[in-house]
């Protein structure tokens, strides 16, 4: 048997004597005589609890309590929040400098590709030029796809290659110049260069076989002219003037 309490843990009344429950599911507002001495008993350990949870919580103010706790509660979802947007800042910050990067390396390709083209293009037009062809800038579409531009000692410089990669070397074992990849072009196609003997100081390429072949001295020591009478230099058909 134990006296029955309301919400707020007070005694119910009824007709001024508190209520009891009697364990069986009934209520009665009188105490048995032989149960008084177990109520007296109860009633005095939730004395004691009830005590006990007073001193416990001495100075504590409920509704302070929840409003602290509910600030907390409202701190660290803030805090939550402002590191997601943290890392939400750090990954945008990398998206737009791997972005940078990659528009700043496009423009040095870009700027590369430009500086290599006009690299090419200079040394096969001069080449052209000194060779003696009609027209240089053919000429350098005939045989841009044979050059390349190589990194060495810090310094740029043009390569001949085979077309497919391979460096192209000269008789002397030398990297070939474009001078004398334009000097086989001559030897291939001399239709698309001037004559060898200029205004009239040396025979005209293609020349009738088995005839003499007049140079001047500064002819001779041009390769592309002794390329082009090599077999006119063998066979002693050669006269300087």
């Known amino acids: 048997m134990k006296p029955k309490l309301d919400n707020d843990g007070n005694l119910v009344l009824r007709d ?3 209520v009891f429950e009697l364990g069986d599911g009934k209520e009665a507002a009188f105490v048995p005589s032989a149960k008084l001495d177990e109520t ?4 005095e350990q939730l004395q004691n609890k009830l005590g006990e949870l007073e001193k416990r919580f001495e100075g504590v103010d409920p509704d302070r309590f929840r409003e602290l706790d509910a600030g907390a509660k409202a701190d660290r ?15 945008r910050k990398d998206e737009d400098h791997a ?12 700027l590369q590709s430009n500086i290599h083209r006009l690299l090419v293009g200079n040394e096969l037009s001069q080449a052209a030029a000194r060779v003696g062809a009609f027209d240089p800038e053919d000429v350098r579409l ?5 050059l390349t531009v190589e990194e060495h000692n810090g310094q740029l410089r ?6 497919e990669g ?8 030398d990297p070939l110049t474009a001078e004398e990849l334009v000097g086989e072009l001559r030897e291939k196609s001399p239709h698309l260069f001037k004559p060898s003997g200029g205004s009239g100081g040396g025979s005209p390429a293609g020349g009738a076989s088995g005839g003499m ?8 020591k041009d390769p592309n002219i002794y390329r082009q009478h090599r077999e006119a230099f063998a066979e002693g058909r050669v006269r300087i003037t």
């Open 16 to 18: 001024g004597n508190p």
């Open 142 to 146: 005939r045989l841009n796809k044979y």
């Open 166 to 173: 391979r460096k192209r070397l000269s008789t002397k074992g």
């Open 99 to 110: 972005l940078t990067i990659n528009g700043k390396n496009q423009e040095i390709e870009r």
């Open 213 to 220: 072949v007049a140079l001047t001295q500064e002819q001779m």
């Open 40 to 43: 007296k008993k109860w009633a």
């Open 77 to 91: 979802e803030k805090e939550l929040l402002d590191e997601k947007r943290y890392q939400e800042l750090l990954q």
């Open 158 to 163: 043009v390569m001949v290659h085979d077309g």
